[in-house]
């Protein structure tokens, strides 16, 4: 546990908190506040008399696991790297309209800024004053926002020819098959062991640093369009699967690459699962906690138990400009249905009205 000494500014019941970083608030009372950082962590705040305590609230959860692998392409040793997305840029007219979209300058966030600085002002002065000004800032900032919406937002509407419309059928039922599984995971990194370490790790080869992630579908930000894309919500980086190809989104911008780029692969992965077995998946055998040099129960740990060895499915998608996603599914079929309908995708791009 942390404590520190510290200062805030606090306007009526919301604090605005200030650092290198930028920009965070809480709302609470006092003694107790619950906020958001400038980084996006959620946090809980407690404390008086200048001494406080604090504590990070949920975020992304990963967890380090152990697996033995039976042809994959995951490197004992290496971290799963993937090119920013502001690299994959094919030019596009696209690509240009989303960027110009993403990039233009927020007028809606200078009204409220506006709007904000002057209601404090006024209520200083006069409370009735200051409570016109807000009633009438609320209906300025809702139609510089509709405004503002209608200006950046781009209309994505598609027209299939019929080969058209089965390429993309195949990519989406591909998609829909994995994400089907119970549970899927973005591989991280992996790091092989040895000696020692692999009787600490249930026997394992190598360690697997793993994030749950969410597979649904949606539109990127700013976009309308009458069909909803399939998403996966990766480790910063969210990604659009469209018929044009596969748009990619993270903190440094926006990229697209063309399905005719991508190249998959997959693999069947021996998983020591530590964690709760997902309902889809398929125990092979099992290990323990701490095995012996034969593969038995190690009888100098009194707590020792049976570890699941599951097969999970791995697949590896890349791209010839470095994009990389590598993905663990605990239905290791659906892996292979998703591969098999990417290959029979049709490279004819769809019309876009």
């Not at 910063?236 to 989104?249: H, K, M, N, R, S």
């Not at 034969?294 to 998608?317: A, E």
Request: proline share 3%.
């Amino acid at each position: 546990m942390a404590w520190y000494f510290r200062k805030s500014l606090k306007l009526g019941p919301v604090r605005l908190n200030f650092s290198k970083k930028g920009l965070g608030c809480s709302v609470g009372v006092k003694g107790l506040r619950v906020g958001q950082a400038a980084t996006g962590k959620e946090y809980i705040h407690a404390g008086r008399n200048g001494f406080y305590y604090r504590k990070s609230l949920g975020g992304a959860k990963s967890s380090k696991s152990e697996e033995q692998v039976i042809d994959s392409k995951v490197d004992k040793g290496s971290v799963i790297h993937t090119i920013k997305a502001i690299l994959l840029n094919d030019e596009s007219a696209l690509l240009n309209q989303l960027k110009k979209s993403k990039e233009q300058f927020r007028l809606d966030y200078l009204a409220s800024l506006i709007c904000f600085i002057l209601s404090w002002v006024l209520w200083s002065i006069n409370n009735i004053t200051g409570l016109l000004f807000i009633a009438g800032s609320l209906i300025l900032v809702s139609i510089v926002a509709y405004f503002e919406s209608k200006r950046r937002t781009v209309i994505m509407d598609y027209d299939f020819s019929e080969a058209e419309y089965n390429s993309y059928e195949n990519i989406v039922n591909s998609f829909n098959h994995l994400a089907s599984c119970k549970k899927v995971w973005q591989v991280l990194q992996s790091k092989g062991i040895s000696g020692k370490d692999v009787k600490r790790n249930a026997g394992a080869s190598h360690l697997v640093e793993r994030l749950d992630i969410q597979l649904g579908e949606g539109l990127p930000p700013w976009v309308e369009s009458n069909i909803n894309f399939p998403t996966i919500n990766g480790k910063d980086q969210t990604i659009y699967f469209l018929p044009e190809g596969v748009l990619i989104y993270d903190s440094s911008g926006i990229g697209i690459v063309q399905y005719k780029d991508i190249d998959i692969s997959c693999s069947l992965n021996r998983f020591i699962e530590d964690g709760n077995v997902p309902s889809d998946s398929t125990i092979v055998d099992y290990t323990w906690q701490h095995p012996n040099k034969s593969g038995g129960p190690d009888k100098r740990f009194s707590s020792n138990r049976q570890i699941p060895i599951c097969s999970y499915g791995g697949l590896d998608i890349t791209s010839k400009n470095g994009f990389r996603i590598m993905i663990y599914a605990s239905n290791s079929e659906s892996i292979e249905l998703f591969s098999s309908g990417f290959e029979r995708v049709i490279s004819v791009k769809p019309r876009s009205a």
